[in-house]
């Protein structure tokens, strides 16, 4: 999980999804953060290897750890597999509409999303996660263009999200991966998402980049990529949960 276990005596290996505690203060409560990073100090000092999930988070891992980058392995993570679940409408969503998902705290940056949507013209976004922030940003932004809360939605409504939007947006500040990247990719949808590192080595060049900080930036790639033709679900079929595994079982072994 988040927080590795860790013993003097035993041959651990520390998983860490991210770093964001410490490269975004305010995404987690004082006490989770202090406990994550008294938790990474331990595992850096008797974790027999570290792991992460991208390229970006080992660097961030190492400068922060003062470690080599060699002792942390990358195993990447692939997408959700939402092809097992049956599409499962989900009402209210009009015929075109944007998506965003997994909206749970302010690094998702959906407050400066609003204020880009507001420059698109009235097509509908979608937004998935938690409804009681999603409902306060709305009120915050006082935006009167269609916004649909959808709240937290099943795998197979999520599914049919990612195959009948119009462009999927990623506007977070800072993640580990972005798995949701992949989860658009494979449903053929177009991706428009924030200019940050680990984003572009997910990516490449299959998606348009945005300031995240800028609802300018932020809208004019949102039209790119609404202009965009779907697409062929390459950038997804890079990643397998089977390569995933392959990493870690060859350090145990």
């Known amino acids: 999980g988040r927080v590795p276990v860790v013993h003097p005596r035993l041959r651990t290996h520390a998983f860490f999804y991210d770093i964001t505690h410490r490269l975004f203060p305010g995404s987690h409560s004082s006490g989770f953060a202090a406990l994550l990073s008294a938790h990474m100090k331990l595992a850096h000092g008797f974790g027999a290897r570290l792991y992460t999930i991208s390229e970006t988070v080992r660097q961030q891992l190492a400068e922060t750890l003062n470690a ?18 049956a599409p499962v409408p989900v009402a209210g969503a009009g015929d075109r509409f944007i998506l965003t998902v997994g909206i749970t705290n302010a690094r998702k940056n959906l407050a400066t999303l609003l204020k880009a949507h507001a420059r698109l013209g009235g097509m509908q976004l979608v937004a998935t996660g938690s409804a009681e922030r999603i409902e306060a940003l709305l009120q915050a932004s006082g935006t009167s263009a269609p916004v649909l809360n959808a709240g937290f939605v099943s795998p197979g409504q999520l599914r049919w999200l990612y ?5 999927f947006v990623f506007p977070s500040l800072g993640e580990g991966f972005g798995i949701p990247l992949l989860d658009a990719d494979a449903a053929g949808c177009p991706v428009a998402c924030s200019e940050i590192p680990v984003f572009r080595e997910v990516m490449g060049d299959a998606a348009r980049y945005f300031d995240p900080h800028s609802p300018e930036s932020m809208a004019d790639a949102i039209r790119e990529a609404l202009a965009s033709p779907r697409t062929d679900g390459s950038i997804a079929r890079r990643f397998t949960w089977e390569t995933s595994a392959r990493v870690l079982l060859d350090a145990l072994g």
């Open 163 to 167: 195959r009948h939007a119009s462009a």
């Open 68 to 85: 080599e980058a060699g002792r942390i392995r990358v195993a990447t993570p692939a997408d959700s597999r939402l092809e097992q679940h």
